[in-house]
């Protein structure tokens, strides 16, 4: 009897968590539904409305990059730039829309994104229309957009954080060597500064000069546009920036930085002002998001221009985030079978990776050449693999601000010899030829490994080398001397002639559409998005949860580094990347 009433208890715990279980379950795919029926609702825009270009969410060139949390329904989590760019040249026209309204706080963008979006406004602006703009805090990348409008109003207890460019660069020697780790490094070529944060204590001239000219450029582009919008001369622009006068939000206002201090609701009455409406009735504003829900898809037209974009680390495999070679060979395959598709404009915005996985994207991408135009579009970044892919195109545009380059090739093995020995643990090695022990974190490389390796590194130079004098027509001794690793601005790119144009992603689009002879077409996105229940289940991988875990608690940035070290998808491989993130602040 107590055993049966024991087996009873077992049992109804059991049928308890498994209802629990499936009652959890079902709330979440309930919540998943109405989230997916909720994205289709297209909202409507009001006569005599302002478009508000508010920076709630990230800007992405596509989903691909989007972080998703099994928590994230209804709201979108991010918006596209292409669609942003859409919906501004839709409102041009859109007699309901009288002005944009640009809330230029928590801008999460590229730069070549802001460069996009500032192209369109002014571009929006030729209407008659009027753009302004509003912030609280302004970071650079915030005010730099926000230069666009017709006036910046500033919150009096406000400021613009106008500082000039700086990169940092961390360096790993002296923490390496103090807590026992090894790090074996192989490059090609001595601009290679990649690696630098492993192997010195501070940076290299070469590496000073590459990032000081990088620099330049970018802030020579962005200043030029900032001076020329707000009507300052060279030397008060100099001052202005040097001194910070837009931390001060009298300074920003007495050195033509902005033009006027108000509070959120004031710059309200200004916009109501602005469209003859009395300051106790309501404005019709819409969001950009939500705008964007509004715009017509084009996709009636059976020829289209695919547009395939390549985000992100390459890696080998076939994960849905970064560019994973598996699923983008698929990809690209299915592209050059869709007779539908017309051309393709391959987007890119990749600081590199895998030596192995580029050469396997790139093989791909010139098979589908042959069948159909391939342009090229670089993003924020081309670098590395990123710039190896891309030699299959037919023509390749740059932004100007873009990191693009870094043709080199290195390789990184990291062991812990050091570090077990000074805790107690050694190991011997029993083994049949001379370097069966190839690598281990605890003894390291074996004797021919590095000689190996570094043969291996120079070949996949010579082979990248090749392929861009194939594309570029130029002579091995010509790219070399702007290769070995140096990284450049899309502007200088396009001087050395690593790229063909200095254009947007929407041009890229339309000279593929010329190239193929289309006269209407519609432009399709891939990868396409995951759907809701793709991204339930993404999310609760093991390795996605630690991934975003750790990333949490030590910061993006570190991150990125701690991956270098102890990712085996990065280590004692052939590298086409960039390992630390040239962030321009």
């Given amino acids: 009897s107590i055993m049966r009433d024991f087996l009873k208890n077992v049992f109804a715990n059991i049928v308890a968590i498994l209802v629990i279980m499936m009652v959890v379950f079902g709330f979440f795919m309930l919540m998943i539904f109405a989230s997916a029926m909720s994205e289709d609702q297209k909202p409507t825009v009001k006569e005599n409305s302002v478009l508000v270009l508010n920076f709630k969410t990230p800007v992405l060139d596509s989903y691909t990059e989007e972080e998703t949390s099994l928590f994230d329904f209804?709201?979108?989590?991010?918006?596209?730039?292409?669609?942003?760019?859409?919906?501004?040249?839709k409102a041009k026209t859109d007699d309901n829309i009288k002005g944009i309204s640009i809330e230029a706080d928590d801008l999460q963008a590229g730069i070549t994104q802001v460069d996009n979006i500032r192209a369109a406004l002014e571009d929006f602006k030729?209407?008659?229309?009027?753009?302004?703009?509003?912030?609280?805090?302004m970071s650079q990348k915030s005010y730099y957009l926000a230069t666009v409008a017709d006036k910046i109003v500033l919150n009096p207890v406000g400021m613009v954080e106008l500082k000039g460019m700086s990169t940092e660069v961390t360096f790993f020697k002296d923490f390496a060597e103090k807590y026992g780790i090894g790090v074996d490094i192989i490059r090609h070529g001595k601009f290679k500064a990649a690696v630098e944060p492993f192997i010195r204590n501070d940076i290299s001239p070469e590496n000073k000069e590459q990032l000081s000219t990088l620099l330049n450029d970018i802030w020579g582009n962005v200043s030029t546009k900032i001076k020329t919008s707000r009507k300052l001369d060279d030397n008060?622009?100099?001052?202005?920036?040097?001194?910070?006068?837009?931390?001060?939000?009298?300074?920003?206002?007495?050195?033509?930085?902005?033009?006027?201090?108000?509070?959120?609701?004031?710059?309200?009455?200004?916009?109501?002002?602005?469209?003859?409406?009395?300051?106790?009735?309501?404005?019709?504003?819409?969001?950009?998001?939500?705008?964007i829900n509004t715009l017509e898809n084009d996709s009636d037209n059976k020829d289209e221009v695919a547009v395939l974009y390549a985000s992100g680390e390459i890696f080998n495999g076939d994960d849905?985030?970064?560019?994973?070679?598996?699923?983008?060979?698929?990809?690209?395959?299915?592209?050059?079978?869709?007779?539908?598709?017309?051309?393709?404009?391959?987007?890119?915005?990749?600081?590199?990776?895998?030596?192995?996985?580029s050469d396997e994207i790139l093989f791909e991408l010139q098979q589908l050449k042959k069948k159909k135009p391939l342009i090229v579009s670089f993003g924020d970044y081309a670098a590395s693999g990123g710039y190896y892919i891309s030699m299959a195109a037919d023509k390749i545009y740059s932004e100007p601000n873009t990191l693009t380059g870094s043709i080199g090739v290195f390789g990184m093995i990291t062991n812990f010899k050091e570090l077990a020995n000074r805790n107690g643990i050694r190991s011997d090695i029993v083994s049949t030829n001379a370097n069966s022990q190839f690598y281990s974190p605890i003894s390291g490389a074996a004797p021919g490994t590095i000689p190996m390796l570094t043969r291996s590194i120079e070949s996949t130079y010579k082979r990248f080398v090749y392929f861009v004098t194939q594309n570029r027509k130029k002579s091995f001794e010509q790219i070399d001397a702007i290769g070995g690793g140096r990284v450049w601005s899309g502007?200088?790119?396009?001087?050395?002639?690593?790229?063909?144009?200095?254009?947007?992603?929407?041009?890229?689009?339309?000279?593929?559409?010329?190239?193929?002879?289309?006269?209407?077409?519609?432009?399709?996105?891939?990868?396409?998005?995951?759907?809701?229940?793709?991204?339930?289940?993404?999310?609760?991988?093991?390795?996605?949860?630690?991934?975003?875990?750790?990333?949490?608690?030590?910061?993006?940035?570190?991150?990125?580094?701690?991956?270098?070290?102890?990712?085996?998808?990065?280590?004692?491989?052939?590298?086409?990347?960039?390992?630390?993130?040239?962030?321009?602040?």
Avoid: C, W
Wanted: hydrophobic share 35%.
């Fill in 74 to 89: 209804g709201e979108k989590k991010s918006l596209i730039l292409i669609d942003i760019l859409n919906a501004i040249n």
């Fill in 126 to 137: 030729k209407s008659g229309k009027f753009v302004y703009a509003y912030g609280n805090n």
């Fill in 236 to 291: 008060a622009y100099k001052i202005a920036v040097d001194s910070l006068h837009g931390f001060i939000p009298e300074l920003a206002l007495k050195n033509k930085l902005a033009d006027q201090l108000l509070q959120k609701s004031e710059y309200t009455n200004v916009l109501k002002n602005n469209l003859k409406i009395k300051t106790d009735k309501d404005l019709n504003q819409i969001s950009i998001g939500k705008y």
């Fill in 320 to 357: 849905y985030s970064n560019i994973n070679s598996e699923k983008y060979v698929k990809y690209i395959k299915d592209l050059a079978d869709d007779d539908d598709v017309k051309a393709v404009v391959l987007r890119v915005n990749s600081p590199g990776g895998s030596g192995n996985a």
């Fill in 491 to 585: 502007a200088r790119a396009k001087q050395l002639g690593l790229v063909d144009e200095l254009g947007t992603i929407q041009q890229a689009i339309n000279y593929a559409a010329t190239k193929a002879n289309l006269k209407k077409y519609s432009v399709e996105s891939y990868p396409a998005k995951a759907n809701k229940f793709e991204e339930f289940f993404k999310n609760t991988q093991e390795d996605e949860i630690a991934a975003k875990v750790i990333s949490k608690k030590i910061g993006k940035e570190n991150y990125t580094i701690f991956e270098k070290v102890t990712n085996p998808k990065f280590n004692n491989g052939v590298q086409m990347s960039l390992p630390y993130k040239i962030t321009i602040k």
